[in-house]
Structure formats: structure tokens, C-alpha cells
């Protein structure tokens, strides 16, 4: 089955520094890689998502890249603010496998401090 | 705005005692997916519906199940929770298998 790791398990940052998380999976087949975002007390948000054909995405101050080759991915936050911190998942799936569910990293807290 | 309600938000149950979940969708979603997340671990996959075809994940305990009357609802139930069943319940929807899931809030269960 698959398998992602992710890196860091805490990171901490100063308001307006940029964070960097970053993901690898083991299945080549994997095509589809979410982030989501979980707040104390709430379920996870998607806050960004690529497929495999790409190989950035960008939203604001949130971005992906995806290196299929190397089968990693990262997100990258610029100019952090303390609405950030918060728990950050990555994911990956196989869109072309009839049975096929989000597999997810374990999680990075992300703490910004004013 | 369209989302994913799960009700309630925090439930006390005693040992042994069955307890009912409950998640509703307005997004009109055909796929439920319910989650379990125990402090400090990603949401682990308990079992989805695909319309009302079931699928349950492999290892998942004989004593979780689920229902989902209608495309709108879709029920968690635990018959006999032990200690080890607490945790935050998730409930999830996607447009298909390959699209974005959207989470609910969740369900923190406590066990006395």
C-alpha cells in the first residue's frame, strides 16, 4: 500500500517568515495531492490541491510543487501570520484506481509567533 | 453555504453503551466517508459509501457500522464502545472518489 512521510512533525516560525512542509510517497501511481489545514476543535480543510500533470500551484500566499520523479511534495507559506498555526496534512490518492482512498501524512503543527 | 453538519459536536457515552453519530450534507455529494482521528494522528479511514454501496476498510472493527438512508444523511453507529474507541469522528463528502473530500467539524466522543 502507500506509504507518506512527512517533514516536520512541529515547525516554528516568526509572523512573516515563510514555512516549508514537505511530503514523499512511495506509490508512482499516486496523481492527486491535497493539503489540508486543521484547526484546534475543527475537521481538516482543503486549503490546496495538484494533480500530476502540474508541477506548481499557487493561491495567495499558499503554493505546491510536485517532483513525480522524485515523489515528493511541498508546501510552502509565505509571509506567515499567527492565523496560520494550525496542523497541516498532506495526502496523496491514485485518481485512476476504481478503489482508491486519500492516504495521509501524520501531520505537521505549525506554530507563528507574533 | 453548502457543508458537511455533524451532529452533535461532543458526545459522552458509558462503556458498552451503543451510540449513534450522525452527519448531513447539503453539497448533494454522492460519496460519505466516515473517519476516525485519534490526539495527535491523521484521520484514519473507517469506511465510505459510494451512493449506497458500503465499503468498508479492512480493519476496521466488526464494531463500527454505518447507514446512509438518503443521499443527504449517513449514520456512524458503535455498538459496544470500549475505552479505546474516543476519539474525534470525522465525516467527509466528495462529489466522486476522485474529487476533493470536504470535512465536517467532527464528533469528539468521550467513553466513561
Known amino acids: 500500500g502507500e506509504n507518506v512521510e512527512q517533514h516536520p512533525s512541529t515547525l516554528s516560525v516568526q509572523e512573516g517568515d515563510s514555512a516549508v512542509i514537505k511530503c514523499t510517497y512511495s506509490?508512482?501511481?499516486?496523481?492527486?495531492f491535497p493539503w489540508y489545514k486543521q484547526e484546534l476543535g475543527k475537521g481538516p480543510q482543503l486549503i490546496i490541491d495538484?494533480?500530476?500533470?502540474?508541477g506548481e500551484k499557487k493561491d495567495q500566499r499558499i503554493a505546491v510543487t510536485l517532483n513525480k520523479t522524485a515523489k515528493h511534495f511541498s508546501l510552502h507559506i509565505t509571509e506567515t501570520q499567527p492565523e496560520d498555526s494550525a496542523v497541516y496534512f498532506c495526502?496523496?490518492?491514485?485518481?485512476?484506481?476504481?478503489?482508491?482512498?486519500?492516504?495521509f501524512g501524520k501531520g505537521t503543527m505549525l506554530l507563528v509567533s507574533p | 453555504d453548502a457543508m458537511v453538519i455533524q451532529n452533535p459536536r461532543y458526545q459522552v457515552t458509558q462503556f458498552g453503551k451503543p451510540v449513534t453519530l450522525s452527519c448531513s450534507q447539503t453539497?448533494?455529494?454522492?460519496?460519505m466517508y466516515w473517519y476516525q482521528q485519534k490526539s495527535s494522528q491523521a484521520p484514519k479511514l473507517l469506511f465510505h459509501?459510494?451512493?449506497?454501496?458500503?465499503?468498508n476498510e479492512a480493519d476496521t472493527p466488526d464494531n463500527f457500522q454505518s447507514r446512509r438512508p438518503n443521499t443527504s444523511f449517513c449514520f456512524l453507529d458503535i455498538r459496544s464502545p470500549g475505552l479505546g474507541d474516543a476519539a474525534m469522528y470525522l465525516c467527509?463528502?466528495?462529489?466522486?472518489?476522485?474529487?476533493?473530500?470536504?470535512f465536517g467539524d467532527g464528533t469528539r466522543l468521550s467513553i466513561l
Open positions: 506509490d508512482s501511481a499516486s496523481n492527486y
Open positions: 459509501y459510494y451512493d449506497k454501496d458500503f465499503n
Open positions: 495538484i494533480r500530476s500533470n502540474v
Open positions: 467527509a463528502t466528495s462529489r466522486d472518489r476522485v474529487q476533493p473530500q470536504h
Open positions: 495526502a496523496v490518492f491514485d485518481m485512476n484506481s476504481g478503489y482508491s482512498t486519500l492516504t
Open positions: 453539497l448533494n455529494h454522492n460519496v
